[in-house]
């Protein structure tokens, strides 16, 4: 069984604030109340996000601005695992024959 641990963080922007966030992978922002601009570092498209707006977040730097006040939502870690890890967990436990001592023998 495998449980998706979450971590949300609710930022306050005033007018014009500038935040630069450097995002993991996986990450989305959603705003709550007021709009924001977003520029995203290799990203040629430039966004304003209204509330209720969701937006998934590529790996980089993001550059965020309060386009008056304005409350938005990072959240990170509750995508689906990547495949790679996936395809490792499934081989560890296809190849685990039994708990390892410490002398590197199966116990």
């Known amino acids: ?7 949300l963080r ?4 005033a007018p014009h604030q500038l935040l ?10 959603r705003m709550l109340c007021g ?22 977040l590529r790996p980089g ?18 995508g689906r695992r990547p495949r790679l890890w996936r395809w490792l967990q499934r081989q560890r436990a296809r190849l685990q024959f039994g708990p390892v001592g410490f002398d590197g023998w199966a116990a």
């Open 20 to 29: 630069a966030v450097d995002l993991k992978p996986g990450m989305r922002l």
């Open 35 to 56: 709009s924001a601009w977003l520029t995203a570092e290799g990203d040629a498209a430039d966004r304003v996000l209204q509330p209720g707006d969701a937006q998934a």
């Open 10 to 13: 609710t930022i306050d922007l």
């Open 1 to 7: 069984m495998s449980t998706a641990l979450q971590t």
């Open 61 to 78: 730097r993001l550059l965020i601005e309060g386009l008056g006040p304005a409350r938005l939502q990072l959240s990170e870690g509750a």
